[in-house]
T-cell receptor, first 115, second 112 residues
Framework: KAGVTQTPRYLIKTRGQQVTLSCSPI?????VSWYQQTPGQGLQFLFE???????NKGNFPGRFSGRQFSNSRSEMNVSTLELGDSALYLC??????????????FGQGTRLTVV | QKEVEQNSGPLSVPEGAIASLNCTYS??????FFWYRQYSGKSPELIMS????GDKEDGRFTAQLNKASQYVSLLIRDSQPSDSATYLC????????????FGAGTRLAVHP
């Protein structure tokens, strides 16, 4: 069974540009969550999508957005990139067994560097 | 108080010993907990989940949950150098769904 696939694996962008990251969840998983990981802040929740609807959003500026398609694939977009957006962006896929006991499985991540 | 707290370490143990990793949590998270292992430069890998008070064992790993003390732990028996990694404790957010709140992680070093 294929795992969570994130593309691209590495990106280098210039300040002010925008970027789109992609995530394909495990087959049959309908929930996709996004996280940002930095050395200073650790792993922080960005947002979660289920059945094409955003169910949860973390404490990030509006420059961070996402969407989910009918096949459960998800994209996140960051506009007007800042140096501080340099991070590992992780996507997690979950099978919706129930609200409280669903395990999340992470993709390999996209390493974004803003210069 | 942070929602999920871990000692950043490093925790150094000799090969073959038991490594004990600890995590405390606040009232602002729900009662579902997860342990992830993250090797340097890699993504987090789920080791165990625990939802009920008590112990849960899987191979060399045992997760323990004590709701009265708001304490979660992970024991690794017969530690191997390949267990050297950062261990992340996560709790589901109080709103439910699939928002996870992570501790800062504890770096474990197992030396031969």
């Amino acid at each position: 069974k294929a795992g969570v696939t994130q593309t691209p694996r590495y990106l280098i962008k210039t300040r002010g540009q925008q970027v789109t990251l992609s995530c394909s969840p495990i087959s049959g998983h309908r929930s996709v969550s996004w996280y940002q990981q930095t050395p200073g802040q650790g792993l922080q929740f960005l947002f979660e999508y289920f059945s094409e609807t955003q169910r949860n959003k973390g404490n990030f500026p509006g420059r961070f957005s996402g969407r989910q398609f009918s096949n459960s694939r998800s994209e996140m977009n960051v506009s007007t990139l800042e140096l501080g957006d340099s991070a590992l962006y992780l996507c997690a896929s979950s099978l919706e067994q129930g609200i409280w006991n669903t395990e999340a499985f992470f993709g390999q991540g996209t390493r974004l560097t803003v210069v | 108080q942070k929602e999920v707290e871990q000692n950043s370490g490093p925790l150094s143990v000799p090969e073959g010993a038991i490594a004990s990793l600890n995590c405390t949590y606040s009232d602002r998270v729900s009662q579902s907990f997860f342990w992830y292992r993250q090797y340097s430069g890699k993504s987090p890998e789920l080791i165990m989940s625990i939802y009920s008070n008590g112990d849960k064992e899987d191979g060399r790993f045992t997760a323990q949950l004590n709701k009265a003390s708001q304490y979660v732990s992970l024991l690794i028996r017969d530690s191997q150098p390949s267990d050297s990694a950062t261990y992340l404790c996560a709790a589901r957010g109080s709103g439910g769904y699939n928002k996870l709140i992570f501790g800062a992680g504890t770096r474990l070093a197992v030396h031969p």
